[in-house]
DNA sequence: ATCCCTTGGAGAGTGCCACTATCCAATCAT
DNA sequence: ATGATTGGATAGTGGCACTCTCCAAGGGAT
């Protein structure tokens, strides 16, 4: 197909299409004639997944790229790419203050200690051997800090749950990658749908926060 | 404490603070002077959590406001007040395609269905009542579409997991939330560990799936 | 009292960044 | 032949959270 099918297939203007072929998020399509290339149902899935990424998953540009290469990285393993492109998936920009600085924050030492301590309780033993190079640790850290500057400063106790929860929410995650044969498209199945189910999970909550009180505090109904 | 104090307490420039005045965000300092005003605490705190709205819950600053008001409403009672600042909460902006519009999307339609389906394998009578009215609500329905446009269409028993998961963390959101004794606190503290622990909760979701791949895949330790 | 600093307030400007609009020459479709 | 389309390059737009610049009116130390 070109362009202009690409384009209504996906609903995605082509001056956008050709914004992300610019910017690499995007493979160009096999070359036909000197002006014209052709694109497969390969592209719109990769279109799609950018999308999602970018519009749902709030990441910039740039960190999409870097996720993409990372899902086609094939110098690596099937495992490792899998945890490649999971870590590579930013998990909270605002929170990730990388502190590979000085690191003199006070707060974000004793928030350290804590997630040390946490993983520790959860059992979870590769989780802190990877330590600081994981994105989704250094936000941990950054919103443990945040809380208690915030004027919530939580435990270990506090977090626990919040930990257990999460760790059942892992194996039904990979549960759910693990529905497909092919490799590749477990590597893009775990980054889709770690994305994807985001808004999911945080809606459910936001939901289930009003239900819960209600069963609380309201008498009628 | 003046202004001068304010910013260097709260780590935020005057400059700021002005504009969050400006758009209703803070609430004026009492006036001492002609040209000054005195903060005290509570302006304190209040820039705290709009910090944590705006940068954590990245938030627009209009929704902000919406969110800020709800939490003081003294025209309704605590309950309600402390539903209606969780329902302000947006639950991610993108996915919130109001379909009070003409509604003519199947994907639309058919996510509606599935999410009301879960609702009542949840057990869960409050949620559906409310409706469309709710941000949570709309946002749930547009994921579950875009997850299907996506290529990853999901039947009600791949989000039941994810709902029973989001059962029992509302009921831990809750229970953090009624350690405030205070009414005006607890709304609060509602809003602001929603918005303050959705990246824990995210960052743990993340660590979860390497640990959880981890397992299932590395023979060495 | 004086002299410089700070304050509250208002308006305009900045920087970022995803996207979009405009052109263009080469080529395709008919 | 001829009007539409394509890939490509470049410049522009819009939204939005700030941030800068002024300014007149007070303060505070001497």
Redesign the pocket.
């Known amino acids: 197909m ?3 099918e690409l384009s209504e297939r996906s609903g995605i ?4 299409i ?2 992300y ?2 910017e690499g998020l995007l493979r ?2 096999h070359r ?6 052709a694109y497969d149902d390969g592209h719109l899935r990769r279109l799609r997944l950018v999308r999602a990424l ?2 749902v998953g709030r990441m ?3 960190t999409a790229r870097e996720v993409l290469a990372a899902i086609e990285d094939d110098s690596i393993d099937h495992h490792s790419r899998l945890g490649a492109a999971i870590a590579a998936l930013p998990a909270d920009g605002a929170l990730d203050a990388a502190f590979d600085a000085d690191e003199l924050d006070e707060e974000t030492r004793a928030a350290r200690r804590r997630a040390e301590e946490l993983f520790e309780e959860l059992g979870w033993t590769h989780a802190p051997a990877r330590g600081a190079s994981e994105a989704a640790y250094r936000v941990l850290v950054g919103a443990i800090a945040g809380l208690a500057r915030t004027g919530y400063p939580c435990e270990v106790s506090d977090l626990l749950p919040y930990g257990r929860l999460a760790d059942q929410l892992g194996v039904t995650d990979i549960d759910m990658v693990e529905r497909y044969g092919d490799p590749y498209e477990q590597v893009e199945a775990a980054v889709a749908l770690t994305v994807l189910y985001e808004p999911v999970l945080l809606s459910l909550r936001r939901l289930a926060e009003a239900e819960e009180s209600n069963r609380r505090y309201s008498s009628r109904s």
Chains 1, 2 share one sequence.
């Open positions: 070109r362009m202009a203007p082509t001056a956008t050709k914004y072929l610019r160009p399509g036909v004639t000197a002006t014209q290339s970018i519009q910039p540009v740039a």
